[in-house]
């Protein structure tokens, strides 16, 4: 498997994890509930790891730069 590079804000990495991590939940608990939905439990594992891991970066980030209570931007 490649890997990539990708550079991104801590605010952006809490977005994307926020993201992705809904989009999980809808395929786990609301698509399995539309008629003709097929489970792709490797695809939903993967993710699920892959959220954990994004979380966890982005909380090591907050920490090291002493942005524990990221101010909300409007």
Not at 6 to 34: G, H
Not at 62 to 74: A, H, I, Y
């Amino acid at each position: 498997m490649a890997r990539i590079t990708l550079k991104l804000s801590i605010e952006e990495l809490m977005l994307l994890t926020t993201l992705a991590s809904d989009q999980l939940f809808r395929r786990e608990f609301i698509d399995p509930k539309m008629p003709g939905y097929k489970h792709n439990l490797p695809e939903l594992c993967l993710g699920k790891n892959l959220v954990q891991r994004l979380r966890l970066t982005a909380d090591r980030e907050k920490r090291s730069r002493g942005l524990e209570k990221t101010p909300v931007r409007q």
